[in-house]
């Protein structure tokens, strides 16, 4: 009888200790933060970091950085990260290069690139002779609110241009300091869908771009345009820089898209060889940087009984930078001119990799 006792008394005790170990995992969870023997990797922020370099370092794709700052809500500017902050990166999202080694995690092989990963890695393109990606912009559904406006300069111009030196005024509440960086921007009027006629938002595009020197008092800061894209003047809005990269990794298409040209950049109706044009699918719906699109036109036979002809290619698109519902890419081939409602369908990989197959690669790769 003693015997039995003393079991049932350690099983009691074994299930108290798993049930302090769900809770204690429950809440962790709750709150956001992996529990301590949860294998997680991080990235030790230096200086100038940003959640989309991080993003675009490790996986290739800086328009992940939503889902990054999703899971670190401790980080307070996306835009500039402060230099010792643990960040915890994505664990569902495949990488193109190695993962930081786990923190305190038990001796281990280091992770290593495949050679698969090494050839893949050598292909990334540089669209820098294409379009001045920075410049290009996407589409929001809503108004894009600004943080702020240029409100005079140091010279008498109407047209600013880099270089000169001017003064902007930021409304409260954001946490600016010397050095932060800023694009004046301009927005289209609401643009409708081609072919469906719904709405589907304003086209932001980027005029210039300004670096924060000193706190001038009262909302008011000193600053230089350090970039031009397209001419920009007083009274310009702008809200924080968020840098693409000209180095694109090309990828498939992981499932059968289709999508519609909606918008083009600038006042071009007539789309051609390197136009940058606005697509109605973004990462939710499956689209990537770096995936390639097929310009088509549709074609029926003239009979009684309805028949598909083989499509008509016009050109391709490559994709440069995909938000949550819509993307941005540009013409890298075109066979005649199209225009907005034009029907994309996903190309062929081993297609994709012939119509880039001439492009410059990134310096060092």
């Given at each position: 009888m003693v015997f039995q006792s003393e079991d049932k008394k350690l099983r009691n005790r074994c299930w108290f200790i798993l049930l302090l170990m769900a809770?204690?995992?429950?809440?962790v969870t709750?709150?956001?933060?992996?529990?301590?023997?949860?294998?997680?990797?991080?990235?030790?922020?230096?200086?100038?970091?940003?959640?989309?370099?991080?993003?675009?370092k490790y996986y290739g794709d800086p328009e992940l950085w939503p889902k990054l700052w999703q899971i670190n809500p401790f980080v307070t500017n996306p835009h500039l990260l402060?230099?010792?902050?643990?960040?915890?990166?994505?664990?569902?999202?495949?990488?193109?290069?190695?993962?930081?080694?786990?923190?305190?995690?038990a001796p281990s092989?280091?992770?290593?690139?495949?050679?698969?990963?090494?050839?893949?890695?050598?292909?990334?393109?540089?669209?820098?002779?294409?379009?001045?990606?920075?410049?290009?912009?996407?589409?929001?559904?809503?108004?894009?609110?600004?943080w702020g406006r240029i409100l005079a300069t140091d010279r008498k111009k109407v047209i600013l241009a880099a270089g000169d030196k001017i003064t902007i005024t930021l409304?409260?509440?954001?946490?600016?300091?010397?050095?932060?960086?800023?694009?004046?921007?301009?927005?289209s009027s609401l643009i409708r869908h081609p072919v469906t006629r719904r709405r589907v938002g304003y086209a932001l595009s980027f005029l210039a771009r300004i670096v924060v020197k000193e706190d001038a008092g009262k909302g008011l800061w000193s600053a230089e345009i350090i970039e031009n894209f397209r001419p920009v003047s007083i009274d310009a809005p702008i809200i924080p820089y968020e840098p693409v990269s000209p180095c694109i990794q090309p990828r498939p298409v992981d499932v059968n898209l289709t999508a519609h040209i909606v918008a083009v950049k600038g006042i071009d109706q007539i789309i051609g060889h390197m136009s940058v044009v606005y697509l109605d699918r973004g990462y939710d719906d499956g689209v990537r940087r770096g995936n390639i699109f097929e310009v088509v036109k549709r074609r029926m036979a003239r009979t009684p009984i309805k028949t598909r002809l083989p499509d008509v290619v016009l050109g391709r698109v490559l994709v440069l930078q995909a938000r949550s519902k819509t993307s941005t890419g540009v013409v890298i081939f075109m066979v005649e001119e199209f225009s907005k409602?034009?029907?994309?369908?996903?190309?062929?990989?081993?297609?994709?990799?012939?119509?880039?197959?001439?492009?410059?690669?990134?310096?060092?790769?």
């Open positions: 809770v204690s995992l429950f809440f709750l709150n956001g933060n992996a529990p301590a023997w949860a294998e997680t990797y991080t990235h030790i922020a230096k200086k100038g970091d940003t959640l989309w370099g991080i993003c675009e402060k230099p010792g902050d643990a960040i915890r990166l994505l664990e569902d999202i495949p990488v193109e290069k190695p993962l930081p080694v786990r923190k305190k995690a092989p280091k992770r290593v690139v495949s050679k698969d990963d090494q050839e893949t890695l050598r292909t990334r393109i540089d669209v820098s002779g294409l379009t001045e990606v920075n410049a290009n912009g996407y589409i929001s559904y809503r108004k894009v609110k600004p409304g409260s509440g954001h946490a600016v300091k010397p050095g932060d960086q800023f694009a004046a921007f301009q927005t409602g034009a029907f994309l369908k996903s190309l062929d990989w081993e297609e994709a990799q012939q119509a880039i197959s001439d492009m410059p690669l990134c310096r060092g790769e």
